[in-house]
Every structure is written in C-alpha cells, then in structure tokens.
C-alpha cells in the first residue's frame, strides 16, 4: 500500500512539473528573431530578409497560437508587430523605396520589444 501511494506521489509530482507546449515555441521565436539581425542583405538582398521575417511570422503563429489563451496582451501585441514588419518587408522587396526601408529598424525593434515582453510574461511557466 505503501508503494502505490508513493508511486502516484511520484506520478503527480512529475506531471505537475511538465512545462507548457508554448515554452518549446517561444524558444524557436526567439531564436528566429535573432536571426533577422544577422541577416547579410548586401549579399542576399532584401528575399535574404523577406525569408528571415518569413521565418518569424512562422514561429510567431506558432507560439501565438499555442499561448493565446493564456496571454492574450502579449500575443496580440506580438502578431500585430510581426504582421506589420512582414507586410513592410514584402513591400520593400517588391518595390524598394526610402520610405518604406526607413521604417523597418523601427518595425524590427517593435517586434523584438513585442517578443521580449512575450518572453518575460512566460518565463515563470517557462524556466
């Protein structure tokens, strides 16, 4: 008797510290936006940065959708600075002006700040 109730102890114990599905996805997130800055657009051009930003959006779905639930603020500050930095981007490619690059370090900095805030708000589920 005594076996088994030690054994459930050591099932609940273990089951209750399993980390959420979205921690796996916000790691990925954070490692595809810290990609984007080391992208060399002089040698790739702006597809180089259109496929970083891709990248991204798709991280950033992922873990949008695996943690909206449970954050909604975060996530949707971050999809909005996600979606307007690629629309940005997919403009600058296909038609580039001074204009519309002028406004990706600011868009790339709001993403960044978007997926920090994100971060921290996971982080006590997450570590």
């Keep these: 008797m005594a076996a088994l109730v030690l054994g459930v102890a050591t099932l609940?114990?273990?089951g209750g510290s399993s980390k959420p599905s979205y921690c796996?996805?916000?790691?990925?997130?954070?490692s595809s936006i810290k990609a984007v800055p080391s992208t060399n657009i002089v040698q790739t051009g702006l597809s180089g940065l259109?496929?970083?930003v891709a990248k991204v959006q798709s991280d950033?779905?992922?873990?949008i959708n695996d943690a909206k639930s449970d954050f909604p603020?975060?996530?949707s500050?971050?999809?909005?600075?996600?979606?307007?930095?690629?629309?940005?981007v997919k403009a600058a490619a296909s038609s580039?002006?001074?204009t519309t690059l002028a406004q990706l370090p600011s868009q790339v900095s709001a993403v960044v700040t978007a997926v920090n805030n994100f971060q921290s708000a996971t982080?006590?589920?997450c570590s």
Excluded: I
Aim: glycine share 0%.
């Design 12 to 14: 609940a114990a273990c």
């Design 24 to 30: 796996s996805s916000v790691s990925s997130l954070e």
């Design 50 to 52: 259109e496929s970083a």
């Design 60 to 63: 950033a779905q992922t873990a």
């Design 73 to 75: 603020t975060e996530t």
């Design 77 to 88: 500050a971050l999809k909005t600075s996600v979606d307007t930095l690629s629309t940005s």
């Design 96 to 98: 580039p002006s001074v």
């Design 123 to 125: 982080k006590s589920k």
